[in-house]
């Protein structure tokens, strides 16, 4: 019994730590997968890389990491301004670890980047850093090259928006110390006024407003304004102490400059070495260093502690030769680098020319082939077009052909029948004279023997003879129905004898069968044809049968 107890409770356990177990697996693959997740968003590589950002003057070289990470993952995604947001800080971290080397090689993959676009914020930063790095090896016309270029881009940008001067007053800075260091006091001031002028334009509290009152104090100091200097630069001592500004070393040091312009030797050494203890803290403005401990060593040597000076003096020639070894290292490195660099933009260059060339032929090729294509599309309906008006023109023909057939035998009947007719009636008139011929012969006879019935039917004949006219009159139209209508179209001075001359005339009557039918004389026939021969207007020659015939 107690063994059953106790075997029961270690199963008991058992059960409870496999469900821990589960719990903490299932949890921990949970968070895996959203670490995961994070790490493949946008958003967890932004939060990266502001951080890495903010701390890099902390931890240069963890954020120098993080920000090649995310560099990495927004070149893929192609997103060019976080892209750009990387490079430029990867190069200030190298500046300010002093590999300038790697420093430019990153800002000239910027410069790449952004040379096929509008994005005149970044080509000002990555012209005006450049600027700066050429100004390390004494670069000056390359220096000055990428200054002005910066400032035109910020021009543009401050055109755009009057509330960005940022660009702007950085490029006036600029190019305030290049003139202050070639000793041109008064053209340095110009580019200081210019700066805090376009600041409190737009009502700006930007960085760019106080490290212009730092360099316009210390130009005031070298154009021997003490007192408006002294002023200056306290205020701006205080701002920057409030503020814990990055440009306390070159406060301290502008400061120490006036001190030691003033003869007050203590105030200035103090100035001096909070300058060196600021460029040690924030591993920033290393190569004002040796300058610095030049001033000190000059003071110390005043204040006759000549052991001192000649430390000072080791140390700073110990810097200088360190910076420059640095230099003509990074100088030679920075040129192979260069090259590399060139060659690789010569590469991805000629790579994109013959991608290029390769596009605009298959885009040529296409469009030849577009034209074939339209060219065939356009001949096949040409094609099906003419054939289907060769078709119409066939039936077109093939029913003109068969009407006009159609006519011709509706014609040749038609001639045939009134051939037909006009024989039938010539066979009437035939007849008729014929007859008349008889009666003729028989009033003769009448006459001769009975004279008085000769008169009575001799009237009775001569109305008949009219009548007889009129019966073949009307036979003979009906035979030429349009016979009259061409006659009094031609001719309309014809008259109605005339007429009845020509009617007999086209069926080819002689002259004495007319004379028959007409109940006139042969020579009154005869008249009546030399009077249409004229009215008509026949020559001589012409022959009236003929001529009717045609009517």
């Known amino acids: 019994m107690h063994k059953t107890k106790h075997k029961n409770l270690i199963n008991r356990v058992l059960i409870f730590n496999l469900f821990i177990f589960c719990l903490a697996y299932s949890n921990c693959y949970s968070q895996k997968k959203e670490s995961k997740k994070n790490i493949d968003s946008t958003t967890y590589y932004t939060k990266t890389s502001k951080t890495a950002i903010r701390e890099r003057s902390l931890f240069p070289e963890k954020s120098y990491d993080r920000l090649t990470k995310c560099y990495s993952y927004f070149s893929k995604k192609k997103d060019l301004d976080k892209t750009l947001l990387c490079l430029v800080n990867l190069s200030d971290i190298q500046k300010e670890l002093g590999k300038l080397s790697l420093s430019f ?24 850093k450049l600027s700066y790095l050429y100004d390390n090896f004494n670069k000056d016309k390359e220096s000055l090259f990428h200054l002005q270029q910066a400032l035109n881009y910020s021009k543009k ?10 660009q702007l007053n950085a490029n006036y800075l600029n190019l305030a110390a ?5 000793g041109n006091y008064d053209e340095a001031l110009k580019y200081i006024d210019s700066c805090i002028f376009t600041d409190k334009m737009i009502k700006n509290t930007s960085y760019s407003l106080l490290a212009a009152q730092v360099e316009r104090g210390f130009l005031l100091m070298k154009l021997e304004k003490t007192t408006e200097a002294a002023q200056l630069l306290n205020q701006v001592k205080k701002k920057s102490l409030e503020n814990n500004s990055k440009f306390k070393t070159r406060i301290y040091y502008s400061l120490g400059e006036l001190k030691t312009n003033t003869k007050e030797y203590d105030s200035a050494i103090y100035y001096f070495e909070n300058s060196l203890k600021n460029i040690k803290t924030s591993n920033a403005n290393k190569s004002m260093s040796p300058y610095i401990l030049n001033k000190l060593s000059n003071l110390y040597y005043l204040k006759n502690k000549p052991k001192k000076a000649y430390k000072l003096i080791i140390a700073e020639n110990r810097i200088k030769d360190s910076l420059s070894e640095i230099k003509n290292r990074v100088y030679n490195e920075l040129f192979e680098i260069k090259n590399t660099y060139l060659e690789s933009i010569r590469k991805k260059d000629s790579l994109l020319e013959q991608k290029n060339n390769i596009i605009e032929k298959n885009e040529q090729t296409q469009f030849w082939l577009k034209i074939i294509i339209f060219l065939v599309i356009l001949l096949a309906v040409g094609m099906i077009l003419m054939s289907r008006m060769r078709l119409k023109l066939k039936k077109t023909l093939l029913d003109k052909t068969e009407t006009e057939l159609q006519s011709k035998i509706q014609k040749e009947r038609s001639k045939a029948k009134i051939e037909l007719k006009s024989k039938e009636l010539t066979a009437y008139a035939l007849q008729l004279i014929d007859k008349d011929s008889a009666i003729d012969e028989l009033l003769k006879v009448l006459k001769e023997k009975s004279p008085s019935s000769y008169k009575s039917l001799n009237n009775k004949y001569k109305k008949g003879a009219e009548d007889l006219w009129d019966e073949f009159n009307l036979r003979f139209t009906e035979v030429n129905s349009d016979f009259y209508n061409r006659l009094k179209e031609k001719h309309p001075n014809c008259t109605p ?3 009845k001359h020509l009617a007999l005339i086209k069926l080819k009557f002689s002259t004495k069968e007319m004379a028959r039918i007409l109940n006139i004389e042969p020579h009154s026939v005869h008249i009546s044809r030399s009077r249409i021969r004229k009215k008509i207007g026949l020559e001589r020659a012409d022959s009236l049968e003929d001529y009717v015939a045609n009517l």
């Open 497 to 499: 004898t005339e007429q």
């Open 105 to 128: 090689e990153h800002l000239w993959q910027a410069q790449y980047l952004v040379k096929e676009t509008d994005n005149y914020s970044y080509k000002a930063i990555i012209n005006r």
């Open 157 to 166: 940008i401050t055109s755009k928006n009057n509330q960005d001067s940022h």
């Open 178 to 182: 290049r003139e202050r260091q070639s």
